[in-house]
């Protein structure tokens, strides 16, 4: 990744700048993630389960940001978890949903039709239900059936919200029998990424990795590759990039991506400025490894330019968190540089209103 010290003048990201953009000071949620995952914690005791048995396994329904948890979740727990868990993105349940699955009902609003008529369906199957919502008709719902409510703070962007929705993700698979205590880890991640929040934030300095990488970015489109554990933070990656910075982005895995996409690259300059972005992670088999080395190499004069991004951390937790703290912080930088108010997400609000009929 390069930057010409030019650009590092013209474009600047330095606290002012960023705060001229960044209206409603998205950037403080952002760099709120270690205190959230503290606080998801203590919200999900304040709760106050007690363990139960699924031998089915678990479904996290939800949608957009609300989904995004449940599936870094899945992610982290790796081969630690003893029963299926799947992320469940549309209107239904999975065909095999029975009495014995726990359906974790994730909405930050409380009011998305999807993860709505999901909360119905698992009630209509028998499902064990527990729900995790700042409030609207989902916590109306689960507080009048006596199902479980997950508390998460008031006030934040859906997406902004990541912690909270793994935590709750993590913490139910482990009540349901389907993952391990991960407590301890996710507190110590939080210390560990209040030094990232150092290394990256609004008062890094303007060659930080994040300031350098948006720099490279915010006049391409990223193509955002992961791989097993970095798979759905390439997904968050694209998301935050479309909902913070209002671009579009796309994303792919590797290997499968070698089998395709990697030809679509041929005439990609000639169709419009592309970047290739590789999130790679210390436990990425070595065969994936040579794939993204090779890849990048094969299809690097047609973008824009190329990045391999390693995750940082010890545990599965610090290292995702510190691809989704890099991811959210590089995508709101994106949005300044843009001149683009990273919060309002309007047209998302108006499909929802129009469908709705309002
Ligand atoms: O980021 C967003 O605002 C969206 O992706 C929402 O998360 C999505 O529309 C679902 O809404 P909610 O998170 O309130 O369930």
Redesign the pocket.
């Known amino acids: 990744m390069a930057g010409s010290s030019s650009e590092t003048t013209e474009l600047r990201l330095d606290p002012v700048t960023i705060q001229a953009v960044d209206a409603s000071d998205l950037l403080a949620d952002i760099v709120g993630l270690p205190e959230h995952l503290r606080d998801a914690l203590w919200k999900v005791e304040s709760a106050n389960l007690q363990p139960w048995d699924s031998p089915g396994g678990m479904v996290v329904a939800?949608?957009?940001?609300?989904?995004v948890g449940g599936a870094l979740a899945r992610a982290m727990l790796g081969d630690h978890a003893s029963r299926p868990i799947l992320a469940s993105r549309t209107y239904g349940l999975p065909a095999w949903t029975t009495p014995d699955t726990t359906v974790l009902c994730?909405?930050?609003?409380?009011?998305?039709e999807?993860?709505l008529a999901c909360y119905e369906s698992a009630g209509a199957l028998g499902a064990r239900r527990v729900t995790v919502?700042?409030g609207?008709h989902?916590a109306e719902l689960a507080r009048a059936d006596g199902v479980p409510v997950i508390p998460v703070a008031g006030g934040f962007?859906?997406?902004a919200?990541v912690a909270y929705m793994t935590v709750a993700a993590l913490e139910v698979a482990r009540l349901c029998g389907a993952g391990p205590r991960m407590g301890a880890e996710i507190d110590v991640a939080a210390d560990y990424l209040e030094q990232l929040v150092v290394e990256w934030g609004a008062d890094s300095a303007e060659d930080s990795e994040a300031k350098m990488l948006a720099r490279a970015l915010h006049d391409s489109v990223p193509c955002i590759a992961g791989s097993g554990l970095t798979s759905p933070i390439a997904y968050r990656w694209k998301?935050q990039f479309n909902?913070n910075a209002k671009i579009p982005a796309f994303t792919h895995e590797l290997p499968e991506l070698d089998h395709n996409e990697l030809v679509g690259w041929q005439d990609a300059s000639a169709l419009g400025r592309f970047a290739a972005v590789f999130l790679d992670d210390s436990d990425t088999p070595p065969r994936v490894k040579e794939r993204i080395a090779l890849t990048s190499e094969l299809i690097g004069d047609q973008a824009t330019s190329t990045h391999v991004i390693e995750s940082r951390g010890r545990t599965t937790v610090e290292r995702v968190f510190s691809l989704v703290l890099l991811g959210d912080l590089l995508s709101l930088y994106v949005a300044v540089l843009r001149g683009t108010d990273p919060t309002p997400?309007d047209v998302?609000e108006t499909l929802?209103a129009r469908l709705a009929g309002t």
């Open positions: 939800g949608m957009g940001g609300s989904a994730s909405s930050y609003s409380g009011n998305t999807e993860t919502t700042s609207g989902l962007q859906p997406r919200a998301c909902e997400v998302i929802k």
